[in-house]
């Protein structure tokens, strides 16, 4: 298997798709095996050692509702040519191809990537960053690439991890239309003519095909970025802000969201400019880890 062949592979995972529901257990697998490719040289993963893990994974950066389903990503993704499941014959398979958990955990089956692929790794260590840097930025929204890598205890402070170009008329319309400023805490600094600390975010994700337009933007502060990407509040249709009932904290969650619970955002400087009720639904439904606190 040449290099170009493994990248493919890795560029062409099959993931589960109904509608544009999120399903990121393949690639949040394949980024922790890559951590255990370059921590511990390991090859094969036994699953009741990673299942955990995995779930962790899932959970966080994953579909909530769907994070204990690690045994699915475990045992198909021998189907995209790049993986292997050991002692595979001595399973049950069930009606749709699949296998049960309990099996894999009673049976110590492990798995991991095949081993030209494994050996290609070794011998090009760079190929880490590239797989990891194409997975990313196919699958999450730049603003949680680096707690990604840090969880699956990646290092790649070596290697150069590459992004995608994103349409820099985004960011500057969304900007415009709320006026340069945090449209949750107001945050507005400005250096010169520079503005500071303020993104546009994709209220439904770039990377699942969310529009560069700004009806699916929000202008936000760095750190409000940040916690919409990883799920701790999101807005209902009337732009009201919901924080999540899983965050907790004390001076900083007050800070940061529970002042905010309850309120409307800033709105726009034009009513065209309001957010997409099909992308706030999206965003409620794949990246909100639900329920909402009370209002």
């Known amino acids: 298997m040449t290099k170009e062949e493994i990248l493919n592979n890795f560029q062409s995972l099959t993931v589960w798709k109904s509608g544009d529901r999120r399903a990121p257990h393949k690639p949040l697998l394949v980024l922790l095996a890559l951590g255990y490719f370059q921590n511990h040289d390991q090859r094969l993963l036994p699953y009741k050692m990673i299942e955990k893990e995995l779930e962790r994974l899932l959970e966080e950066f994953g579909t909530p509702r769907n994070a204990g389903n690690t045994h699915y990503p475990f045992w198909r993704l021998q ?12 399973l049950t398979l069930n009606s749709s191809g699949g ?9 110590d089956i492990r798995a991991g990537f ?4 494994y050996n290609l790794l070794k011998e090009q260590p760079s190929l880490v960053s590239q797989i990891c840097s194409e997975l990313l930025d196919a699958h999450f929204p730049d603003t949680i690439h680096e707690d990604i890598i840090h969880e699956v205890g990646l290092n790649l402070e070596d290697e150069a991890v590459t992004r995608k170009p994103r349409d820099p008329n985004f960011r500057l319309s969304v900007l415009e239309a709320y006026e340069h400023r945090c449209a949750v805490c107001d945050f507005d600094v400005r250096i010169g003519s520079k503005t500071i600390c303020i993104e546009a975010a994709h209220i439904k994700w770039h990377s699942h095909g969310g529009p560069d337009d700004v009806t699916n933007g929000l202008a936000l502060c760095t750190m409000h970025h940040k ?15 919901l924080v999540s009932e899983k965050v907790i904290g004390t001076d900083g969650f007050d800070l940061w969201l529970g002042r905010f619970h309850g309120d409307r955002i800033s709105q726009p400087v034009r009513g065209v400019y309001e957010p997409g009720v099909d992308y706030i639904a999206w965003n409620r439904d794949q990246v909100f880890k639900s329920p909402s606190r009370v209002v």
């Not at 095949?114 to 692929?117: D, M, R, S, T």
């Open 99 to 107: 296998v049960r958990k309990t099996e894999l955990r009673n049976k």
């Open 227 to 241: 916690l919409f990407d990883l799920g701790a509040f999101t807005v209902d249709d009337e732009q009201q802000f």
């Open 114 to 117: 095949l081993p030209e692929v």
């Open 79 to 90: 189907n995209d040519g790049m993986w292997e499941v050991e002692n595979a014959d001595a």
